[in-house]
């Protein structure tokens, strides 16, 4: 049902699906919520945040077209069903958080599952430190009003961005940017609704 869902909201790739299929979302989701863990909706999660709605995932998964010798930066791990998503398909994945509680439940649960590829990172993705990267992929899972340079010049040659961008209440545009030997081809793909990217590693737990 799962996949027939994503299938005829228009997913096609084959490797994106059979992912779908195989990460348990159950497993991601709050204990009151598992029942309804297979719906195509976002739920809420810690901190006031959500796991993205599944059909979203896929679409930004197979938009970033992903290959096994990719190394993936994520923005926004939340509750790292897409971290899990990714790893599967990746060589490594670096998800970051600006929750310490997020963070610390994404890693278990992707350590339990054997996403042993996958890092996760307690921190400000709009200010990584200079060292982090450069990455084949950058997926941002939180809105932004811009895309900010100091991510853009992480990606590789041939590299590929998809951030949700716009205003921070409201909808906004997934935006992919797409790294060529003489600068940024951008297109604009669908609307979506992300929480906001908000500065500074959160001072809650
Ligand atoms: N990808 C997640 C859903 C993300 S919700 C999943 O699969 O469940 C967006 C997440 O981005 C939230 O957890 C939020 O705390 C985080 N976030 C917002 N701004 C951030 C920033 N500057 N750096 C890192 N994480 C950020």
């Known amino acids: 049902m ?24 159950e497993l991601f989701v ?3 919520d598992r029942s309804d863990a297979y719906r195509d909706s976002a739920l809420p999660i810690a901190c006031g945040q959500t796991i ?21 930066l994520e923005i926004g791990a939340g509750s790292g069903y897409q971290a899990a998503v990714l790893s599967r398909l990746a060589g490594q994945v670096l998800t970051v ?7 610390d439940v994404a890693r278990a649960r992707l350590e339990k599952l054997g996403c042993h590829n996958v890092e996760v990172m ?14 084949d992929r950058i997926i941002v899972t939180a809105a932004m009003e811009r895309v900010p340079d100091n991510l853009i010049e992480r990606l590789e040659v041939g590299g590929v961005l ?12 997934l935006v992919r940017l797409t790294r060529s030997q003489t600068g940024i081809e951008r ?8 929480v906001p990217a908000l500065p500074g590693v959160a001072r809650e737990l």
């Open 2 to 25: 799962f996949q027939l869902t994503l299938r005829r909201r228009g997913i096609s790739d084959q490797s994106v699906l059979r992912t779908m299929e195989e990460v348990p979302r």
């Open 30 to 32: 709050e204990d009151a």
């Open 52 to 72: 993205s709605q599944p059909f979203v995932v896929a679409y930004m998964t197979e938009q970033l077209q992903v290959r096994k010798h990719h190394r993936v």
């Open 97 to 103: 958080e600006r929750y310490r509680r997020l963070a």
């Open 122 to 135: 307690l921190g400000d993705g709009l200010n990584l430190p200079a060292n982090i990267g450069p990455f």
């Open 162 to 173: 998809i951030a949700p961008v716009g205003p921070h209440q409201g909808v906004q545009t």
């Open 187 to 194: 297109k604009e793909l669908v609307d979506v609704r992300f």
